[in-house]
């Protein structure tokens, strides 16, 4: 398979990961208190959101770049 094809097949994916979750969460983990040998942290959730036109546009171009990359000259 061409590279372009498999660029295209990665983007469909991401995209439709966009759609599907709108966004992703992780985890930090952050100091909160720090006092000599005293020490103290917490886990704090932090998203970023992903709009639906990124996963709509990633989508869109994975296929464009499959059905361009299939084509034969």
Do not use: H
Request: glycine letters at 14%.
């Amino acid at each position: 398979m061409k590279p372009a094809g498999i660029v295209g097949i990665l983007l469909i994916a991401i995209g439709i990961i966009a759609l599907a979750y709108g966004g992703f969460t992780y985890t930090k983990r952050e100091k909160v208190l720090d006092i000599g040998p005293i020490q103290a942290s917490a886990d704090r959730q932090k998203t970023i959101p992903l709009p639906p036109l990124l996963g709509g546009l990633a989508l869109v171009g994975g296929i464009v770049l499959v059905v361009a990359s299939s084509k034969k000259r």
